[in-house]
């Protein structure tokens, strides 16, 4: 990716503890061509934990649903890239999207699991939250697996407040105050 682009997105970049390079910067609809290969790089457990269903396709509707967000108004999405022999490479993303509640947005993380476990799930969960500041939202909540101890120690390192669904205990809620 070059340079303009990169000033044209508001693409920023941050390092992983390992020292690695990513940007971070919104979907594009061109990335959607690359969707298909994304998902492959997910394996059927990170799938799982993500979509908490078994999802062996990504199907035209979770792909509807994604480009819908793309568009609605106080919705947004980031991505994780990093380059490859001159190529942008999609690593991971972050989206939030409002829900009922007033003021409050809900938000969704994946990483391709080769990137898994090096830090960037901890830098695109602080991405949501920006976004959901910059947006205007004043909580942020995401319902994730309980099984899924890995984004539960994300979201309290971060300062989120965990608690188990009591309609269904194999899902915690997890929620944040956005203040400035």
């Not at 457990?45 to 819908?68: D, G, I, N, W």
């Not at 500041?133 to 390192?157: C, D, F, P, W």
């Amino acid at each position: 990716m070059n340079l303009l682009q990169r000033i044209r997105d508001h693409a920023r970049s941050a390092r992983l503890p390992d020292g690695t390079r990513v940007f971070l910067r919104p979907l594009r609809e061109a990335d959607l061509k690359h969707a298909q290969e994304y998902f492959g790089g997910l394996s059927e457990q990170s799938k799982y934990l993500r979509f908490m269903t078994p999802t062996p396709t990504l199907t035209a509707e979770t792909l509807q649903r994604v480009v819908e967000a793309l568009h609605a108004d106080r919705a947004g999405i980031t991505v994780a890239i990093v380059e490859r022999a001159g190529e942008e490479v999609l690593i991971g993303g972050a989206r939030i999207v409002p829900m009922q509640r007033r003021a409050t947005c809900e938000f969704a993380l994946s990483i391709v699991d080769e990137w898994q476990g090096r830090g960037l799930g901890t830098i695109l969960m602080r991405e949501a939250v920006r976004l959901g500041r910059q947006l205007g939202y004043h909580r942020i909540e995401g319902t994730v697996l309980t099984i899924n101890s890995k984004m539960l120690k994300v979201a309290q390192r971060l300062k989120f407040h965990l608690h188990v669904d009591p309609q269904d205990p194999g899902v915690t809620i997890v929620t944040r105050a956005l203040l400035p």
